[in-house]
T-cell receptor, first 116, second 114 residues
């Protein structure tokens, strides 16, 4: 099956710093990737959809200048949380779609971000 | 706006019991519905996907049903095992295209004790 990886699996950073999370499709090329955020005991909330080679589409209420998404290749998308605050602490999960198989999404293992 | 509700929020059962997890959604114009499993601190594993034209899907001890007109789906787990302990998420995809986004419920946290 299709495999999506994320790195790092967990990260702790200080307030005001930036942190980058990588999402890779290991055995397929993903023209579309999704970034979700999940707070404890809450549902996954879609933050943005990124398409390779173009700007990401952000969901309402998500600050695009704070959550920078780059999808520079068909196997890699990155999410950079800029000027992180404690309220950004959350579980971030990426997902990738296989081209031509519209409704099949494969999810990464997630990244736990803690901002102190 | 599509809303997905899962009941119960948590469930604790002894090993061997059959159980039902419920999912309801407000907009019945869905493309498909999917059940996922999430282990603590981990990503999502797809369990079953039901297209809007289907009534149910089965995989091993799992059976998912869909009543699109009433906006409901159930996930039936037969002969539960401790390894089934996880959070189960229901997600729906709206519209007529598989390219629309998934909307998730908050999940049901299941604990199966030996």
């Amino acid at each position: 099956g299709a495999v999506v990886s994320q790195h790092p699996s967990w990260v702790i950073c200080k307030s005001g710093t930036s942190v980058k999370i990588e999402c890779r499709s290991l055995d397929f090329q993903a023209t579309t990737m999704f970034w979700y955020r999940q707070f404890p005991k809450q549902s996954l909330m879609l933050m943005a959809t990124s398409n390779e080679g173009s700007k990401a589409t952000y969901e309402q209420g998500v600050e695009k200048d704070k959550f920078l998404i780059n999808h520079a290749s068909l196997t890699l998308s990155t999410l950079t949380v800029t000027s992180a605050h404690p309220e950004d602490s959350s579980f971030y999960i990426c997902s990738a779609r296989i081209p031509g198989r519209s409704y099949e999404q494969y999810f990464g293992p997630g990244t736990r971000l803690t901002v102190t | 706006k599509q809303e997905v509700t899962q009941i119960p929020a948590a469930l604790s059962v002894p090993e061997g019991e059959n159980l039902v997890l419920n999912c309801s959604f407000t907009d019945s114009a869905i493309y498909n519905l999917q059940w996922f499993r999430q282990d603590p601190g981990k990503g999502l594993t797809s369990l079953l996907l039901i297209q809007s034209s289907q009534r149910e899907q089965t995989s091993g001890r799992l059976n998912a049903s869909l009543d699109k007109s009433s906006g409901r789906s159930t996930l039936y787990i037969a002969a539960s095992q401790p390894g089934d302990s996880a959070t189960y998420l229901c997600a729906v995809r709206l519209g007529v295209s598989g390219y629309s986004t998934l909307t998730f419920g908050k999940g049901t946290m299941l604990l199966v004790s030996p």
